[in-house]
């Protein structure tokens, strides 16, 4: 079902009604069989409105899916903050980075974080460094 607002364009009255479809109120208008309400004019015309659907549970579903998002983003940018604070970024470097760490026993205040593409990190975990994926967002500041 839709509810569609419609005007009578003689009386200028607004009214609500319902379709079964957006077809089915193209059809009644088609063969003049909308009415007014009030004068009972033909001349009714639907406003530009948002039609309002009856069942808005998937409405409802959409609504909570993208708070749902919002809420592991939040988490997700919440994370990004504490890793940039505390670790070092080294972009691309993030493999060789790991490596002079690791074999050179280099200890740095700060852990490091940057990017690795799938191989290097395999290769990494083949060599015994431990190294982490997280989902990452890149931010629209910078
Ligand atoms: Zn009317």
């Known amino acids: 079902m839709i509810k569609y607002k419609l005007i009578c364009n003689d009386c200028k009255l607004m009214f609500d009604s319902w379709f079964a479809s957006s077809h089915e109120y193209e059809k009644l208008k ?13 001349k009714v ?9 009856m069942n808005n549970s998937k409405k409802k ?16 940018k919440e994370y990004q ?8 970024y080294v972009g691309k470097n993030f ?8 074999y050179e026993n280099k200890k740095k205040d700060k852990g490091i974080y940057g990017t ?19 989902p990452w967002i890149k931010d629209e500041n910078n």
């Open 30 to 42: 088609k063969k003049n069989f909308l009415n007014c309400v009030n004068c009972k004019s033909e």
């Open 45 to 53: 015309e639907k406003t530009l409105m948002t039609p309002q659907l």
């Open 61 to 76: 579903d959409i609504k909570k899916k993208e708070i749902k998002i919002k809420d592991v983003k939040r988490k997700i």
């Open 81 to 88: 903050k504490f890793i940039k604070n505390n670790f070092e």
């Open 95 to 102: 493999a060789y980075e790991a490596r002079t760490i690791h």
């Open 116 to 134: 690795a593409s799938t191989d290097e990190m395999k290769e990494l975990h083949d060599e015994g460094i431990n190294a982490e994926i997280i």
